[in-house]
């Protein structure tokens, strides 16, 4: 079993910078501004040569009723209670605050093994502030610096202790011991604000793990959690909504931004959530054309489907919408549900691992070269400057997306119109829907290459030494 530590501490005290550190990577958002985190974030941490489960989680404030603050507390709350181990953080430069002194009760009463962590004593300037850490009473603080990876070797001491107080089966996996195997399957859900992205990822895995609500743009970091369906293990990552580029001005925007179109870049299949009620705008298609220029497997999911009144036609205007808009993807799987009230969410899985079929499939040669000769004899190559380009053989290089090599006599004289024709053929021929199509023209083998001269060249060479003789 893996020792599991949730990281808590007042806004702003370096909590996403030690998570980050610990992970070894930039996987959350870090900004000087308070309160970016605000759904917790898990991730696998090394440290030493243990590696435990880390939980990221907001700033701790209060907060009361239905609030954003208040359902931000819940989350670290929840953390807090799944966590053996929770490592509190201070600020030692700002000292101890009213709002460390409360939380660091609440901890205490709570009965959580805590270690006391005093951050940013790099130098003397947070000297004072983690002599004053002693007066919570919640132990000894551990001095540290994670943005300069000051005192991590304290900070492991430390535990690793307290993964032996918890339980002696929990004190960490060493790195070398770690099964190897398949990775699970990268689900990116993306789409613009306030779709239904985070309601429907709770949705699936069957708990409020996400922060939902009316305000848009609650979510800003790509937060990843793992759902196992049918033996079959997924990551699933809830994005922050993506606006039109020239509405995006704010800098912690821009950081959420990317890290959505990060989490699409690293996915395997990306979901495009859509709301049924206006539905897809021009936002929805350029969030699904980049997935396709990145060559990830798409899925149109058209959600709050209960509110939507006429089905049949909605879903009809949608896919005239999709073929006339994003040709690149034709064929395309469109899901139609509702992650408020769980309609035909059921049809979501199934619909992904559909498309991550089709992503990684292979085609043999010999169907697909007896496939470009019926396509060539069909439908030929316009000429350019009377001369034919003549394609002599097809082999496909890879997939995820399906990716082939034609060569051809002359691949500079094959037009785009004439590439898009036989990427169609060959998602018709070979059922490749919706998936993107990677085509590579190579110009074939020369034939007088090994005798060093072109054929023009060796009849041109003959026709001047018979004028000589």
Known sequence: MTLTLAIVGRPNVGKSTLFNRLVGKRVAIVDDTPGVTRDRREGEAELGLRRFSVIDTAGLEEGKGASLEARMWQQTEQAVNEADVVLMLIDARAGITPVDQHFADLLRRHGSNVILVANKCEGRAGETGFYEAYSLGIGD????????????????DRIEAAAESVSPDKSGVPIDNQEGGEGPLRLAIV??????????????????RMLTGPEPGITRDAISVRLEVDGRELELFDTAGLRRKARVIDRLEKLSASDTLNAIRLAEVVAVVIDGTVGIEKQDLGIASMTVEEG?????????WDLVSDGRQALKTLRERLGDSLPQA???EIVPLSALTGARVGDLIPAVLSVDEVWNRRVMTG???RWLSDT???????AVRRHRP????ATQ????????????????????????????????????PGTPIRIRLRKGKNPYAEKGTSGRGGRGSKARIKKRG
């Open 296 to 304: 990830r497997g798409l899925l149109i999911v058209v959600n709050k």
């Open 330 to 332: 034709r064929g395309v």
């Open 191 to 208: 789409g613009r604000p306030n779709v239904g992205k985070s309601t429907l990822v709770n949705r699936l895995i069957g708990t409020d």
């Open 367 to 369: 169907p697909l070269n």
């Open 141 to 156: 603080p551990v001095a540290i610096s994670a943005e300069h990876a000051e005192g991590m070797s304290d900070l492991y």
């Open 376 to 382: 060539i004899e069909h439908h030929p190559p316009p």
């Open 397 to 432: 290089a890879k997939a995820r997306p399906p990716t082939f090599i034609l060569f051809v006599s002359r691949p500079e004289a094959v037009g785009e119109t004439y590439l898009r024709y036989l990427e169609n053929e060959l998602r018709t021929a070979f059922e490749l």
């Open 390 to 393: 003549r394609f002599r053989y």
